[in-house]
T-cell receptor, first 112, second 114 residues
Framework: EDKVVQSPLSLVVHEGDTVTLNCSYE??????LLWYKQEKKAPTFLFML????IEKKSGRLSSILDKKELFSILNITATQTGDSAVYLC????????????FGTGTRLTIIP | IAGITQAPTSQILAAGRRMTLRCTQD?????MYWYRQDLGLGLRLIHY???????GKGEVPDGYSVSRANTDDFPLTLASAVPSQTSVYFC?????????????FGSGTRLTVV
């Protein structure tokens, strides 16, 4: 059974700090790992990672995948209050459709 | 309509009642999904459909049914609601030519069964 574990479950930091969120996984026939940000309602897409060692970057957010050790990290530098959200990690198996297995998420709170 | 529309936004339902959650997309995506999100458990797949006319069971299908009569609509039915079905339900769709990159989520339906 596919499995995704995220840590920490919750994190509270001050504005301006840098945070690292972790995601480890077990999946048969790995295809991709995805990060989403969920504020009040629908998750919104951040990154898709398919290859080890290649950093994806978008502004203050970056992510990298290690397919040998089966984990990914999401870094947020110079955090802002708008970064407060639940961050979800999901993996996709290569079975010809896009069913995702999600972790339980990390709740990030940024204190002004 | 832009993206995925779910209805209702929220609902309080008496146990034992039948309820259909509606989901409509206008992106012509082939694949559609229903997830439930519960505190501490994350998003779990209930049912999915890879294309119109086909459906499949996800991780937690018991007590739910779906149909996919056309590309745009993917309703989720609770035949006889129970309190353990209290949850936030998300419908999603994806372009089956890609991967999870093409996932789009609806805004969710918050269902409370009492």
């Amino acid at each position: 059974e596919d499995k995704v574990v995220q840590s920490p479950l919750s994190l509270v930091v001050h504005e301006g700090d840098t945070v690292t969120l972790n995601c480890s996984y077990e999946v048969t026939n790995f295809r991709s790992l995805l990060w989403y940000k969920q504020e009040k309602k629908a998750p919104t897409f951040l990154f898709m990672l398919t290859s080890s060692g290649i950093e994806k970057k978008s502004g203050r957010l970056s992510s990298i995948l290690d397919k040998k050790e089966l984990f990914s990290i999401l870094n947020i530098t110079a955090t802002q209050t708008g970064d407060s959200a639940v961050y979800l990690c999901a993996v996709e198996a290569n079975f010809g459709n896009e069913k995702l297995t999600f972790g339980t998420g990390t709740r990030l709170t940024i204190i002004p | 309509i832009a993206g995925i529309t779910q209805a209702p936004t929220s609902q309080i339902l008496a146990a034992g009642r039948r309820m259909t959650l509606r989901c409509t997309q206008d992106m012509r995506h082939n694949a559609m999904y229903w997830y439930r999100q519960d505190l501490g458990l994350g998003l779990r797949l209930i049912h999915y459909s890879n294309t119109a006319g086909t459906t499949g069971k996800g991780e937690v299908p018991d007590g739910y049914s779906v149909s996919r009569a056309n590309t745009d609509d993917f309703p989720l039915t609770l035949a006889s609601a129970v309190p353990s079905q209290t949850s936030v339900y998300f419908c999603a769709s994806s372009d089956s030519t890609g991967s999870g990159y093409g996932y789009t989520f609806g805004s969710g339906t918050r269902l409370t069964v009492v």
